[in-house]
């Protein structure tokens, strides 16, 4: 029996390079997977052994410095903004999306600027909902409130934002997004709405990102409430609206990349895993774009998830899969997270010795 397991990061507690180093001890083959958010780095090394991989001090999303990577191929960069300003590095009682920035992407973004002649951004799994205003920042753009006095980061000075000045003689490398959602801007699928509450905001706090964004895009002067563009913290209003990179659905590029159809034709049983199975995996996630594949060849599937949220009427509309509960197994919900590798292995485990 050939079994392919397509490994997204079980945010908070696994990443994809921790769960791939089971293959070792299993007759499963492991593919990295990303949409272009947690583990996108990971997915590219795989796909293009070539690549090099370096390093560089930027903040993350609460301004600490830090070291990021970033991978090269010839004339082509990747960076991946949940490696730079990542949710899943910050604790849950530490987030603050009000204060967290963009700020550290557009660092990585102007260190790249004479080295490549292309970046591709690999979106999500980010701890700020900026906008990209951070980005913008880090690069150079005064953003100026009604007395022509910088913004400070975050959320609140967008709140004050009045106008925008470009800086002289800055040039940037083709940018190209991998959106790993298709959420628009605003409204109850909107940036704020959908994914404020994951990074630590309160109904008040949604209420003032969705005002400061809104008022964002009123001072670029394009109507930006678009598909892709809540994804990541809203950071293709900077990318996309201001900086003129091109976006596209993640997950479709990336299974061009790993053949994703080709191994899945190939398979008797097909094996994917995201941390928390609900309403935002329908918007575009890998691992809900594998599991959508799977049905079209009418292959067996397991899901792998720290928590399921999704009744089985929504997930019959889309596969057959069975999905198997990480926190099922665990004593509580810290358990499941702190122990999670100890699961995953014994869900295998479990696997193995009824399929061989």
Same mark, same amino acid.
């Given at each position: ?11 908070? !507690?696994?990443?994809? $390079? ?15 997977? !990303?949409?272009? *958010?947690? *583990? ?33 191929? $010839? ?25 967290? !920035? ?10 790249? +600027? ?33 007395? /022509?006095?910088?913004?400070?980061? *975050? ?18 490398? $083709?940018? #190209? ?24 905001? +309160? ?60 191994? #899945? ?42 928590? +399921? ?10 596969? /057959? ?10 004593? /509580? ?5 702190? /122990? ?8 295998? *485990? ?7």
């Amino acid at each position: 029996m050939k079994t392919i397991f397509f490994v997204n990061a079980l945010k908070g !507690s696994l990443s994809t $390079k921790e769960i791939c180093k089971l293959k070792n001890k299993l007759p499963i083959t492991f593919v990295p997977l !990303s949409d272009g *958010g947690d *583990g996108f780095l990971e997915t590219i090394n795989y796909t293009l052994p070539s690549v090099k991989k370096y390093f560089i001090s930027a903040k993350n999303a609460l301004n600490k410095t830090k070291k990021a990577p970033y991978l090269i191929c $010839k004339n082509s960069a990747f960076i991946e903004c949940a490696k730079i300003a990542g949710l899943a590095e910050i604790k849950p009682q530490q987030r603050n999306v009000l204060q967290s !920035s963009s700020f550290g992407v557009g660092t990585v973004l102007k260190a790249l +600027n004479k080295k490549v002649k292309v970046v591709y951004i690999g979106l999500g799994g980010v701890a700020f909902n900026d906008g990209g205003a951070g980005c913008l920042q880090a690069l150079g753009y005064k953003l100026l409130d009604d007395k /022509n006095k910088q913004i400070p980061l *975050g959320i609140l000075g967008l709140l004050k934002l009045k106008k925008i000045i470009v800086p002289k003689n800055l040039k940037l490398p $083709k940018i #190209i997004c991998f959106s790993d959602v298709e959420n628009k801007l605003f409204g109850r699928k909107g940036s704020a709405q959908i994914y404020g509450p994951q990074k630590g905001a +309160n109904k008040k706090e949604v209420i003032l990102i969705e005002r400061a964004l809104k008022n964002f895009q009123k001072v670029i002067g394009k109507n930006l409430d678009k598909k892709f563009y809540g994804a990541s913290g809203a950071l293709p209003v900077a990318l996309c609206g201001v900086l003129k990179a091109k976006i596209t659905k993640g997950s479709e590029e990336i299974f061009k990349l790993i053949k994703a159809e080709t191994l #899945i034709k190939k398979a008797d049983l097909i094996l994917t895993s995201e941390g928390c199975l609900d309403e935002q995996s329908l918007f575009g996630k890998a691992p809900f774009e594998i599991l959508k594949l799977t049905k079209k060849y009418d292959k067996p599937v397991i899901f792998i998830c720290g928590k +399921n949220n999704l009744n089985s009427s929504v997930l019959k509309k889309y596969t /057959n899969s069975r999905v198997v509960e990480l926190c099922a197994l665990a004593k /509580n919900k810290k358990d499941s997270f702190v /122990n999670a590798k100890v699961y995953l292995k014994k869900v295998l *485990g479990d696997l193995y010795e009824k399929e061989y």
